[in-house]
């Protein structure tokens, strides 16, 4: 198993939205997703995922419905609201800009400083 | 923010199906974890352990879930809540006391501040109330040049500013307006409101008339719910007679019939058609006087309105219709003032043409858009002092509870500390304590609007303006319920934020550890209780100095009034010209009345008058004198027209002169007799009999005699100059009768009537009342006043007392182990009674120097209320000390005297 790095605090909740952005999903399916997208680099304990959830949807971000899950269990299903879509793309933008910021700062070297 | 509060509500209010889902989706998850690991080759049991791995300690999650929906607040809140209502069952008599105390406190509050409301704040039910405007005018001589008559106004009193203040315009002045502003959208005149009968189908009923013109309905923006409203047309003298009907009249005396409209009804014997009936709510401009029909101003003969000129419509020198006009949209008022003054200053130099010299009144504008200020210039300083002794009431309530709860904190200091042992933070014990003292509150407040809402009829017959009731809209409205809700939680804040913060100030090792309570309470340690015993005391003082005032005023009030003697007399009133009498039959008829009554046996004395004392909205005339060292007076004077022997019928002083004689008839020459005040303003020191004044635009009169001052309609105002004119030459619809009787004067009502039913059974009589219930009546306000502000200072007194003797039997309690270590090193108990009392009675004494001080300083604010006495009053200052100290006194005595009792051992035991 790869080593794991872990969760920086408020990106959880960003990478549910991103999650979710990408297809209705379950709790669980909210988990597999994340790890397939962050190529199980993340560790997350698999309980926080449910208050994040529950923050997002009081937030407004998450809207969820009970639906039949693949195999015929019955979950909650979790689709990303507007306010999701528009929190979604700002935290985005956010995280790329501090990302960039400090991976500049990260490569600066003492000749340039 | 809408999906927070659905969440949120959801949460709160569908909590077991939240927690079922919860509970759903996290197994849910477990499993199809459980299938992936046994997907993966494991055996169930070790699947489903490496799942719950994973997972983590989902009791932990499920709560930071709740946490997520904000409901934990809710759960901790509901928690707390529970826990204060089983704390208040341990300790019911705290809780009673507390309770019972939170309900008078924030009832009487509720109460007042919904009279307040009523009164003060409530807008007309018209249409965009804030742009009506009321004209009033400021002038310093009574309008001299240019007013012979004028009804509203000549008050000084509410303004530094030497001008008087009047409300009256003349008709032909209010045409004029109403015809050339530019700035107003509608001009509208209305007068008093005038007691007149009414005769139905069914019988006769009394009725408060108004006369308005024919805009006023379409000015205010008030539709009818039946029939029409008043036209401009119907304001016409060649318009058939229509009058508009009030609700509550229609449903009173018409039982809510909706063919009234059309029907004919008779007003003082005048067939008047009815065309309409005003909305519910709607009662003319007179905030809290009730109006039940409403009539074309040109009809103000019918009703014999105003008591003056009978040209009254086109007489531009007899001022007398109020008038409101309606700002058009965007126009400053200051524009429109400023126009306003000068149509009225034009037309006074074109149309009246004033013979003298004279000033031009100024005009003001005033807002309308709460109905005339005359109800609550009157009621301002009542409500004032009212609201002040409530909230005064709210404080030592506050300042009650806050040292109860002080106590019950010192005593729960092992509960509370044993609680943040276990790992409570403070803010979270504060809230558990600020929740019980809430929760008081809320119950109290909770009883308090129960009883407020069961004084909402009584209340507006606290406020009698002239012996009738004011007719207030007292339903209770949401925002009382916000007012209300809003002093639970604030006196619950309040009052449970100081003993929240010190009892959680202890920390946990000494009291833990030890196994009393504190040995030796330092001052510092009751700091708190102190200054709340003298809060409480310093603002029982100020109530008890303010009730007292109150009640010698009531009792000045009973015994020195108005100028004349009371006990004895019988009063009604009759009007032969509603009858039909008219002319000189009418003044024969009461003539005739008058002799008939004096035969009845046991009847000294029958005269009659205009108007009985006290008396309501009389006419002032100007009256033009030849002044003692020759110069011309004119002034304002009040006139009363009399029957012979009028003075001896009402006990009023007879100076000198001679009386008003039978023979003192039409066409003999004109005589009046003058009150002390006439005759100093306009003869001064020189004797008055024989001299001559005129009222302006009319003959002149030979004053022969010389009486008493009599005050007519307040008792607090000074006797004004008054002059009698005999009532056969200045003849008056309506009389009213007083009978001095020889014995009790309830026992003639019987005789008298028969005798004037054998007269003419068709005269109406109305009004029977003795002298004395009619002063009574008037000093009702005053009475109410003294009972109200009396028993809030009883009440203050007694929690005051309660909270002494609740502060000091606490510290006497704490420190019943030092007590006793004296004890046993030889102090009497005299010298501990001493001891304890000494030191509690200085917190009073420093309440009572404050609240002496804040009663000699307030005092000013309550002299227009009194009578007879100064707010700074020696003996009511002297007595008040005394019964604060003396039932602080009694409150320190009792737990001074078991602290003596303390045996020595005592002092070991509490170890």
Redesign the interface.
């Known amino acids: 198993m790869a080593p794991r790095a872990d969760l920086l605090p408020g990106t959880l909740d960003l990478l549910i939205l991103k999650g979710v952005s990408m297809g209705t999903l379950h709790g669980y399916g909210v988990l597999l997703r994340i790890e397939q997208i962050t190529g199980g680099a993340l560790l997350v304990e698999q309980g926080a995922l449910y208050p994040a959830l529950a923050r997002l949807e009081h937030k407004g971000f998450l809207d969820s419905e009970w639906g039949v899950s693949d195999n015929n269990r019955k979950a909650k299903f979790y689709s990303l609201t507007a306010a999701g879509r528009r929190a979604l793309k700002q935290e985005t933008d956010d995280w790329q800009k501090l990302a960039t910021a400090v991976a500049a700062a990260l490569a600066a070297r003492p000749a340039e400083a | 923010?809408?999906?927070?509060l659905r969440?949120?509500t959801t949460a709160v209010f569908r909590r077991r199906h939240l927690e079922r889902?919860?509970a759903?989706?996290?197994q849910?998850?477990l499993?199809?974890?459980t299938?992936h690991w046994r997907a993966q080759g494991l055996s169930p049991e070790e699947a489903r352990r490496r799942a719950r791995l994973?997972?983590?300690?989902?009791a932990?999650?499920?709560e930071?879930?709740r946490?997520?929906?904000?409901v934990r607040l809710v759960d901790e809140m509901r928690a707390d809540i529970r826990y204060a209502l089983r704390q208040m069952r341990r300790a019911p008599l705290f809780s009673a006391v507390a309770i019972t105390t939170f309900a008078l406190a924030i009832g009487a509050n509720t109460a007042i501040f919904s009279l307040v409301e009523a009164v003060l704040l409530k807008s007309l039910p018209v249409k965009h109330p804030h742009e009506l405007l009321e004209l009033q005018w400021r002038h310093r001589h009574y309008g001299r040049g240019f007013v012979s008559w004028y009804f509203h106004g000549g008050d000084a009193r509410r303004f530094e500013a030497k001008d008087r203040v009047f409300w009256s315009f003349s008709f032909p002045i209010f045409r004029h307006l109403r015809e050339r502003t530019t700035t107003f959208s509608d001009v509208v005149a209305f007068t008093g409101i005038v007691r007149m009968s009414v005769t139905t189908g069914s019988g006769a009923e009394l009725a408060m008339g108004q006369l308005v013109s024919g805009n006023f309905f379409h000015g205010l923006g008030v539709e009818t719910i039946l029939g029409r409203t008043l036209q401009p047309g119907d304001d016409t003298l060649v318009a058939p007679t229509v009058a508009v009907l009030g609700h509550d009249f229609w449903q009173r005396a018409f039982g809510g019939d909706p063919s009234v409209v059309g029907r004919v009804v008779y007003l003082n014997t005048a067939p008047v058609t009815v065309v309409g009936v005003a909305p519910r709510g709607f009662q003319g401009v007179w905030s809290g006087r009730g109006t039940d029909l409403w009539l074309p101003v040109v009809q103000h003969r019918l009703i014999d309105f105003p008591p003056a000129p009978p040209d009254a419509l086109e007489n531009p020198a007899c001022w007398w219709v109020r008038v409101m006009a309606r700002l058009r949209p965007g126009v400053d008022p200051e524009t429109a003032r400023v126009e306003a003054e000068t149509l009225v200053h034009r037309y006074i130099a074109e149309a009246q043409v004033p013979k003298e010299e004279y000033d031009l009144p100024r005009l003001a504008l005033d807002d309308g858009g709460r109905g005339t200020d005359t109800a609550r210039w009157m009621f301002a300083t009542p409500l004032r002092v009212m609201g002040a002794a409530t909230g005064a009431i709210l404080l030592v309530a506050c300042a009650n509870i806050a040292g109860l709860l002080l106590m019950r904190g010192a005593a729960r200091q092992r509960e509370i500390a044993m609680r943040s042992a276990l790992g409570a933070a403070r803010w979270r014990l504060v809230r558990q304590l600020l929740t019980e003292s809430t929760l008081l509150a809320a119950i109290g407040g909770g009883l308090g609007v129960l009883i407020a809402y069961g004084l909402r009829r009584v209340l507006p017959q606290v406020l009698r303006p002239d012996g009738n009731p004011l007719e207030l809209d007292m339903e209770p409205r949401a925002f009382l319920l916000v007012f209300s809700t809003l002093a639970c939680l604030l006196t619950g804040f309040a009052c449970g934020l100081v003993p929240a913060l010190r009892a959680t100030r202890a920390g946990v090792q000494p009291v833990v550890t030890r196994t009393s309570v504190g040995r030796v309470e330092s001052p510092r340690g009751l700091w708190g209780g102190t200054t709340l015993v003298a809060v409480q005391v310093a603002v029982s003082v100020v109530l008890v100095v303010a009730g007292t005032l109150f009640v010698r005023t009531m009792l000045n009030l009973r015994t020195q009034a108005f100028g004349f003697r009371p006990e004895k007399r019988l009063v009604f009133q009759m009007d032969a010209w509603l009858a039909g009498y008219d002319g000189e039959r009418l003044s024969d008829f009461y003539q005739q009345a008058i002799e008939r009554l004096t035969a009845v046996p046991g009847v000294r004395t029958v005269s009659c008058s205009e108007f009985g004392i006290p008396a309501q909205g009389l006419g002032r005339y100007t009256v033009r004198a030849l002044g003692h060292n020759g110069t011309i007076r004119e002034a304002a004077g009040h006139v009363h027209v009399i029957a012979p022997r009028y003075f001896e019928a009402m006990g009023i002083a007879f100076h000198a002169g001679r009386d008003i004689d039978w023979a003192d008839r039409e066409g003999a020459p004109r005589v009046a007799v003058v009150n002390e005040a006439f005759a100093r303003r306009f003869f001064g020191a020189a004797p008055p009999l024989g001299r001559r004044f005129e009222i302006v635009g009319n003959e002149s009169v030979e004053v022969v005699g010389l009486v008493g001052n009599v005050k007519f309609e307040q008792v607090r105002e000074d006797p004004p100059p008054t002059f009698y004119l005999p009532y056969r030459q200045d003849r008056r619809h309506s009389m009213t009768f007083v009978v001095r009787t020889e014995g009790d004067p309830r026992h003639f009502v019987a005789p008298l009537r028969a005798t004037l039913g054998a007269l003419d059974p068709n005269v109406p009589l109305y009004g029977v009342n003795t002298q004395e219930q009619q002063i009574e009546a008037a000093i009702q306000q005053s009475r109410l006043f003294a009972h109200l502000v009396s028993s809030a200072a009883v009440l203050a007194l007694l929690l005051a007392c309660l909270g002494t003797y609740g502060t000091l039997a606490y510290s006497v309690a704490r420190r019943t182990s030092e007590i006793g270590v004296r004890a046993a090193l030889g102090a009497t108990p005299p010298q501990v009674v001493r001891m304890v009392l000494r030191e509690s009675l200085a917190p009073v004494l420093v309440g009572l120097a404050i609240g002496l001080l804040a009663a000699l300083a307030g005092g000013h604010l309550l002299h227009a209320m009194l009578f007879g006495v100064q707010p700074t009053d020696p003996a009511t200052l002297t007595a008040a000390t005394l019964l604060v100290v003396a039932s602080a006194l009694v409150a320190a005595w009792l737990p001074s005297y078991r602290a003596s009792c303390v045996p020595p051992i005592a002092a070991l035991r509490c170890e």
């Open positions: 923010m809408l999906a927070r969440s949120w889902e919860m759903d989706e996290m849910a998850h499993e199809l974890r299938e994973e997972f983590g300690a989902a932990r999650y499920q930071e879930c946490e997520a929906r904000g």
